[in-house]
């Protein structure tokens, strides 16, 4: 089976920019989160998705935005990009919402210029 | 405020040693703690999750533990082999939408 697949793996954008990254979850998979990493830091979250609905926010500007489509895959775009955008963003599938098992796709590079 | 700390930031250990990587975290309102690895620039991949009614799990050469009481977990791996050099990140879960992650411990394994 396919793991946590994300696109693309790496991107560069000009400030002012607006970017779109996506997820496609392991088969089965309901709930959908994203997280942004800088370099030397762990993970923070960003949203969760799960059935398609918001059921979680991290404490992200409002130029962070997500959606979960039918199909459970998921899209994250950030608008007017700023220099301090740039990050390892990551998406992590589980089965269910809250405490079960997170697995993460290998990332999407995105550096500001 | 739930916080999750690792301590050391870097480890070097010899090839072939046991070692003991250190997680704390604040909440001992905890639903879960997982442990992960990740290589340069690479994504996470799950090591190991133990249930807050569990005290360790244990997968080939490596066993988590977990104290609620005392705020802690703890990674042991063993026989250490150049192949394990990456950094560990652990993750708790306070019950929330979310893991709370800490910042990691960059571990090398000098053969």
């Known amino acids: 089976d396919a793991g946590v697949t994300q696109s693309p793996t790496h991107l560069i954008k000009t400030r002012g920019q607006q970017v779109t990254l996506r997820c496609s979850p392991i088969s089965g998979h309901k709930s959908v989160s994203w997280y942004q990493q800088v370099l030397g830091q762990g993970p923070q979250f960003i949203f969760q998705y799960y059935e398609k609905e918001e059921r979680g926010r991290g404490n992200f500007p409002d130029r962070f935005s997500a959606r979960q489509f039918p199909n459970y895959s998921s899209e994250l775009n950030v608008n007017a990009l700023l220099l301090g955008d740039s990050a390892l963003y990551l998406c992590?599938?589980?089965?269910?919402?809250?405490?079960?098992?997170?697995?993460f796709g290998q990332g999407t590079r995105l550096t500001v210029v | 405020k739930q916080e999750v700390t690792q301590i050391p930031a870097a480890l070097s250990v010899p090839e072939g040693e046991n070692l003991v990587l250190n997680c704390s975290f604040t909440d001992s309102a905890i639903y879960n703690l997982q442990w992960f690895r990740q290589d340069p620039g690479k994504g996470l991949t799950s090591l190991l999750l133990?249930?807050?009614?569990?005290r360790e799990q244990t997968s080939g050469r490596l066993n988590a533990s977990l104290d609620k009481s005392s705020g802690r977990s703890t990674l042991y791996i063993a026989a250490s082999q150049p192949g394990d050099s990456a950094t560990y990140l652990c993750?708790?879960?306070?019950?929330?939408?979310?893991?709370?992650f800490g910042t990691g411990t960059r571990l090398t394994i000098i053969p």
């Open positions: 993750a708790a879960h306070f019950g929330n939408e979310k893991l709370t």
């Open positions: 133990i249930q807050s009614s569990q």
């Open positions: 992590a599938s589980s089965f269910s919402r809250g405490n079960t098992e997170a697995f």
